[in-house]
């Protein structure tokens, strides 16, 4: 196959367009996935999208039109490029036009992709090997999956735009369970090369938890202090993020609208001192990191063709617990007269004097609930941004400061945006794996958290 | 007139790239090789008051190759097409059936199907949605997004459409060897008012199917005549009164009864989350294979089938992607729990003589698991009509339209909401409610069913966006189903679950 870098040159030379973008995801992939402790799938994936924008000046401004495609050949750049042009005019004068950046330039443009492959298994495979042999004898049933992806993403333009970024990115999930399946426990490990997974905590944990479960205790639905995990927060505020476009606010169609126009921005959202943010050079926690520049195939309420080689740096979504920022592209910034302040591809939230870990924040609790996971979240009423979904793998009683035992899971109904302001207790922020929402936010950080209150709605029998 | 596979896909070097891989394979070692070569065209386009806002025309194409060595899978994939890249994607693969060989302690056989050599099928459209101008298809959009616009009580006014040409050449070492096209389309418009109420809105109820274009004009599905009642509807539903919670007899439409069949019976009879196979992420099942015969699924009305026939299906197809033919087997008898979906490899796991033909994967770069045929709830051939339905009905609610949806990971507990809720007042239609969920286990829910109406209250529904596996991959699925009564579901007040 050609290569993305002189793919992207032939396209933009090519182009008698305006000005034309090509944006060339380059992906390699190695996976493992088990189910009772024996390997059932795996994959050696290598995948391409290159996507061509065309932009057309039209009357009352620009016009923009894409086509992406897994492989183009030199011979189907021409027809590609006619593709792009054809869209682009008839999708007519586009909202978000704003003029295209010109002669940007990051990266190491011209280095080819790094692939990954399934060696990058051989720092956890023998140890998984010890893991499942030892779980069948002790009647401990194992079920996972290992991802490692390396992402290469490539922007370039007729304008001069030569950005690129690379992205390793992977995973491992564990879920445990035991005594014919009535007992249940997860594990999941963020990681970027597999140097930071330890199989033998896993273990550990996978039977710690299944231990916790030796005693059972019925409980009825209610509202209960709740103790959140650092992935079950992320999973939590990431549904949060996923309805926080800025013109939606202002036109009073979001959570973030303000009762007669306008939106939140600036009222007091959290109880305690609060920093939610996105930060492409975030450095505290190592392996967050993420691409400093926009890169859309297209556009939407939150994304825009034309704000593409855009500079992404730190936005503050809340800060000391006030909405700050909503998400922007820069038409959108225009039309709410309010910052440019685009999506990022991490999230990082800390709690002022938050310090500890989950256990520590277990000891602060007289009478809740310990949850592992959340999941099947989905919004229920976009006005208040209720949400629905069920516990997962594991809800212990806490009393006390000790858990107790394992009780029932529940179907809760709460709002992101309430239990901002019902925050007990923080632990200190960690890099964290959301559970249901892996691998659409893969660079997170979290503080567990109690929060006051949580609307388990009913039991639910599932385990 | 019956469609052909596009020439374009054809004039690819099918067999040759195919014979590449597998005489690769078989060479390596392997006792087993299947290779896909894939061509999926999606079109998307969106509209924000009746202006384009996003446009996407997005092709997937590639090469999967899947090998079994010493009784473990091997699997490779490459957006090249080539017989180069066949080659070396079957000697990956044999390379990965023996890396994991030490991880797999189940060995891993799949039962016997009849071979199909050289055999083509295409899905039942009439126009290729890709052969109509992109200015046609915004056009369409923009006026009916206009007509909302236009009419009092609407402020904003969102349309969607998302179309999808899907090409497979599926061969095996076994001799058989398909070609497949399918085409799909999905559009949705939603009418929204923005006020001191808040905001609300109101979604169009027109289900996607395997139709092409020819489903977005009116003598297909009318689309002009739910345009127009929409804005009324919006108006109402804003100034509908907040349902009070408690249980109620809930006269299920369609439009909204699909997705509970889907989420409820449709995951829940997939035999390897049954097994356990998805117990990482998409879950498992209560329905588990020991209450095969004997589960009590629901009343004795309750008649379910899986199928690869439906026409217009999402999950309709000749063959499946493992080389097993379209086949119709009960899941749901007089109530009780009957049949599994399966795939060759879960079909020799529990010692089945046959697969039903559930195999898929949503990319070349995906090995195919089981997915959902078209799951469907038979109608009572002397069943009421809708009318008759509402007439029988004291105190209730009619649901209408999918909305908001969530199940517990073995599907017991699940939660749904809907676009329209009218109260039933003896017998007659009594006004919208508004800020209603129904919240009910599944087989406490299917045991509930009280009347399951006739033929002319049928309607086909589905999705485009069914998850499973990892990676994760969708699948387009549909489940007819005609109205129905429930027995006192039940009924919460979301804006009292988020503690207002």
Known sequence: ?463 | MSKTVDADFLALPLSAISDAAISTGTSGGASHVDIRIERTRTGYLQLRDAKPETQADDTTAGIGVRVIVNGAWGFASSPEISIDVAKKLAVTAVAMAKTSKPLSTDEISLVAEPVYANKTWVSKYEIDPFSVSDSEKKDRLASLSSKLLAAKGVNHASAHTMFVKEQKHYADSHGTSTTQQRVRMQTQIDAISVGSHGFESMRTLAQPAGFGWEWMRNDVYDWDSEIEKLPALLAEKVAAPSVTPGRYDLLIDPTNLWLTIHESIGHATELDRAIGYEANYAGTSFATVDKLGTLKYGSPLMNITGDRFTDHGLSTVGYDDEGVAGQEWDIVKDGILVGYQLDRRIAAHVNRDRSNGCAFADSPAHVPIQRMPNVSLKPNPAGPDLNAMIESIEDGIYILGDKSWSIDMQRYNFQFTGQQFHRIKNGKLAGQLKDVAYQATTTDFWGSMKVVGGPSTYVLGGAFNCGKGQPGQIAAVSHGCPAAIFDKVNVLNTVAEAGK
């Open chain 1, 1 to 463: 196959m050609i290569s993305p870098q002189d793919l992207i040159e032939r396209i933009t030379s090519a182009a008698t367009t305006d000005d034309c973008v090509v944006v060339i995801s380059e992906k390699t992939q190695a996976n493992l996935r088990w189910a009772n402790s024996t390997l059932t799938t795996n994959g050696v994936i290598a995948e391409r999208s290159i996507t061509v924008i065309a932009f057309i000046a039209v009357d009352g401004g620009m016009a923009a039109g894409s086509v992406t495609r897994t492989d183009i050949n030199i011979g189907d750049i021409p027809t590609v490029l006619a593709e792009a042009s054809a869209a682009a005019k008839a999708s007519g004068a586009a909202e978000d036009f704003v003029p295209l950046a010109k002669s940007v330039v990051s990266g190491t443009w011209q280095d080819a992709h790094n692939p990954t492959g399934p060696e990058v298994f051989a720092k956890i495979a023998p140890d998984l090997g010890d893991m499942f042999a030892r779980s069948v004898a002790d009647k401990i049933e194992l079920f996972g999956y290992a991802e490692h992806t390396n992402a290469t993403t490539f922007v370039g333009s007729k304008g001069g735009l030569r950005l690129r970024y690379d992205l390793p990115v992977g995973r491992v999930e564990m879920t445990g369970k035991s005594h014919q399946r009535t007992r249940s426990t997860w594990d999941g490990i963020a990681t970027r090369d597999f140097s930071n997974v330890k199989i033998a905590n896993i273990d550990a944990n996978i039977r710690e938890r299944l231990n916790w479960q030796a005693k059972k205790i019925d409980l009825p639905a209610g509202r209960y202090d709740t103790i959140m995990p650092s992935g079950t927060v992320t999973d939590l505020f990431t549904y949060m993020m996923w309805s926080s476009a800025a013109r939606a606010a202002h036109e009073g169609r979001s959570v973030f609208s303000k009762p007669g126009g306008g939106t939140r921005i600036g009222e007091k959202l959290s109880n305690v001192s609060m920093q939610l943010f996105s930060d492409p050079a975030y450095k505290e926690i190592a392996s967050l990191e993420c691409a400093p520049f926009v890169a859309n195939a297209s556009s939407g309420p939150f994304s825009s063709v034309f704000d593409n080689g855009q500079s992404v740096k730190r936005t503050d979504w809340l800060k000391n617990g006030e909405l700050t920022s909503l998400i922007q592209t820069r038409s959108s910034a225009a039309a709410t007269k309010l910052p440019y302040t685009p999506i990022s591809d991490n999230l990082i939230m800390k709690v002022d004097n938050g310090t500890g870990s989950l256990s520590d924040l277990v000891k602060k609790v007289n009478h809740g609930l310990l949850l592992t996971t959340m999941w099947y979240i989905r919004m229920v009423d976009a006005n208040t941004l209720l949400l629905t979904g069920l516990t997962r793998d594991g809800v212990y009683y806490v009393k006390d400061g000790e858990v107790q035992g394992a009780t029932n899971n529940f179907r809760w109904n709460d709002s992101p945006v309430s239990v901002l302001s019902r925050v007990i207790h923080a632990g200190a922020t960690e890099w964290t794996q959301a559970r249901e929402w892996a691998g659409d936010i893969d660079r997170a950080a979290f503080p567990p958290l109690v929060i006051k209150d949580f609307n388990m709605s009913t039991v639910s029998p599932g385990s």
